[in-house]
């Protein structure tokens, strides 16, 4: 009897001090923040993007909410889509942010990707000079075609991004609409990003074919205006594909889905669509994640 006495208070003795521990453990410091993010950097992800994005500045402005929340650096290259994509092919991005959907579509459909997603989508637009020697905007203020077809016809220099960028692919559209091979002095195929294109058509006095966001990042300071828009035929679409880890075994898969997820939830998406309005009044991008 004395025995089943010992065990029982031993027992409860046990009892206690367990209940104790779980306490203590259970409780944290008053002056200990909850954690929130990762502790530490886990790893880093190659993205392939566009120079319309990067000379957006909303790539600057979002990343490093994705670093915060998952732990992966970024490292961003800034080609055209065209390259982006190649650079996909050969396994040296993992993750790619683009706007040709056509190339897109036969990017996954060749096995490169495994699906493709909406991410956001602007518009793009014809700049020309504030003096507008050539008319267009009076004649084709919201037709692409008309205006094209304008500088065609009065071989006004025109800058082409000429790089296989998703920028450049919609223009080729615009010419090819129109039976038009476009040649000669007056057209001026830079192979640049879209920055760079903007400062030569300002330097030359030309027009060119943008993206209205990094219009609105570059447009202070210019001597260009907006002489085409609205022209549903300018409509521009971004996707984000992550590249097939087949591809390369360096592909940081894991980090690169990380990526998709991120930039597809809705907490991302707001980041999107909230980024101009302070600045410019409007938001460089409208999000519109298929998911």
């Not at 065209?82 to 579509?105: F, I, Q, R, T």
């Not at 905007?137 to 016809?153: E, G, S, T």
């Not at 097939?244 to 997820?261: C, V």
Request: net charge negative; glycine share 10%; with cysteine.
């Amino acid at each position: 009897m004395k025995n089943q006495k010992k065990l029982l208070v031993l027992a409860l003795a046990l009892i206690m001090v367990l209940t104790m521990f779980a306490g203590c453990s259970s409780q944290k410091p008053a002056d200990e923040p909850e954690q929130e993010g990762p502790a530490e950097i886990i790893g880093k992800i190659i993205l392939a993007t566009t120079t319309s994005t990067q000379d957006s500045g909303l790539l600057d402005e979002i990343l490093p909410d994705f670093t915060y929340k998952t732990g992966y650096e970024v490292d961003v290259v800034a080609v055209g889509s065209g390259e982006a994509m190649k650079m996909g092919e050969n396994g040296e991005a993992d993750v790619l942010l683009v706007h040709s959907p056509a190339a897109e579509k036969a990017f996954v459909e060749a096995g490169h990707g495994p699906e493709r997603f909406d991410v956001m989508y602007n518009d793009f637009i014809i700049l020309g000079p504030k003096d507008d020697p050539a008319g267009i905007k009076a004649a084709a203020p919201d037709n692409a075609q008309a205006a094209f077809q304008k500088i065609y016809d009065d071989q006004v220099t025109f800058v082409s991004r000429a790089d296989e960028s998703g920028t450049h692919k919609k223009e080729l559209s615009i010419w090819e609409k129109l039976g038009l091979t476009p040649s000669g002095d007056w057209y001026v195929e830079s192979g640049k990003g879209m920055g760079d294109v903007i400062t030569m058509t300002n330097e030359m006095l030309g027009y060119t074919l943008s993206d209205r966001a990094t219009w609105l990042n570059m447009s202070e300071g210019t001597d260009l205006q907006i002489i085409t828009e609205g022209d549903k035929d300018l409509y521009n679409q971004y996707g984000v594909i992550v590249v097939n880890p087949e591809k390369n075994e360096m592909i940081n898969a894991e980090g690169a889905l990380a990526f998709q997820n991120w930039i597809l939830s809705d907490e991302t998406q707001a980041l999107i669509g909230q980024y101009g309005t302070e600045k410019y009044g409007q938001p460089l991008f409208t999000p519109n994640a298929s998911k």
